[in-house]
C-alpha cells in the first residue's frame, strides 16, 4: 500500500501558485519524499525530492515540514501544461522500489 | 538527450501468440525495471532489474518474463498473453542521482 495520502484533484488558476499537500505520518528516518507528475498517459515524469530540507529547483519547491510527516509540493506559477497527476511518494535511500498511489489530479484554468 | 525508448507505442494482439516489448536506455543506469497502470490501481511494478544478469519479481509478476544481457536493454516478453495483461505498460530505469525516467509507453490490448 502507498505510504502517502494526496487528495484526490485539485484546481488552480493560470499563474498563480499550485500547492499540492501530501501525508506521510509514517515516515522514517531514512525515506526520502519524492514527487513526479503523469500528464495524460504520458510517462511519469521526475520533479522533485528531499529528504528533511526545503528544495527547489528549475520546476518546483518541496517544502518538508519539520517532523517530516507532511509536504507541499509548489509549483510557483502554474501554466496549462502543469495539468497532470502528481504522485508523492516516500522511498527508502537504498530501496529503489517506488509505491505508488493514485496521486491528485490537478487541472490548471485559464 | 537521455531517454528511456519502448516499442511499440501501440500494439492489439490475440491471446496466446507470444509478444516482446522493448526498452533501452541511453543513460548507462544499473536499475531499471517494467510497471502496468490500469486505472483505479496506480502503478504496479511487474520486475526489475539491479544490474546485468540480476532480475527479480516485483509486486505483478505473473505471465511476465524479463531478461537483462546487456546494460541498456530491459525487454518484457509476455509468452501466453491473455486479456487480463490488457493494460498501460513503462519502463523505467535510475541511476544514482535523482529520480527515475521513464518511457513514452505502451499500450497493450490483448483480445
Known amino acids: 500500500d502507498a505510504k502517502t495520502t494526496q487528495p484526490t484533484s485539485m484546481d488552480c488558476a493560470e499563474g498563480r501558485a499550485a500547492n499540492l499537500p501530501c501525508n506521510h505520518s509514517?515516515?522514517?528516518?531514512?525515506?526520502?519524499v519524492y514527487w513526479y507528475r503523469q500528464i495524460h498517459s504520458q510517462g511519469p515524469q521526475y520533479i522533485i525530492h528531499g529528504l528533511k530540507n526545503n528544495e527547489t529547483n528549475e520546476m518546483a519547491s518541496l517544502i518538508i515540514t519539520e517532523d517530516r510527516k507532511s509536504s507541499t509540493l509548489i509549483l510557483p506559477h502554474a501554466t496549462l501544461r502543469d495539468t497532470a497527476v502528481y504522485y508523492c511518494?516516500?522511498?527508502?535511500?537504498?530501496?529503489?522500489?517506488?509505491?505508488w498511489g493514485l496521486g491528485t489530479s490537478l487541472a490548471v484554468n485559464p | 538527450e537521455a531517454q528511456v525508448t519502448q516499442n511499440p507505442r501501440y500494439l492489439i494482439t490475440v491471446t496466446g501468440k507470444k509478444l516482446t516489448v522493448t526498452c533501452s536506455q541511453n543513460m548507462n543506469h544499473e536499475y531499471m525495471s517494467w510497471y502496468r497502470q490500469d486505472p483505479g490501481l496506480g502503478l504496479r511494478q511487474i520486475y526489475y532489474?539491479?544490474?546485468?544478469?540480476?532480475?527479480d519479481k516485483g509486486d505483478v509478476p505473473e505471465g511476465y518474463k524479463v531478461s537483462r544481457k546487456e546494460k541498456r536493454n530491459f525487454p518484457l516478453i509476455l509468452e501466453s498473453p491473455s486479456p487480463n495483461q490488457t493494460s498501460l505498460y513503462f519502463c523505467?530505469?535510475?541511476?544514482?542521482?535523482?529520480?527515475?525516467?521513464f518511457g513514452s509507453g505502451t499500450r497493450l490490448t490483448v483480445v
Open positions: 532489474s539491479m544490474n546485468v544478469e540480476v532480475t
Open positions: 511518494i516516500v522511498r527508502e535511500g537504498n530501496n529503489r522500489k517506488l509505491i
Open positions: 523505467a530505469s535510475k541511476g544514482i542521482n535523482y529520480g527515475y525516467t
Open positions: 509514517t515516515i522514517s528516518g531514512n525515506e526520502y
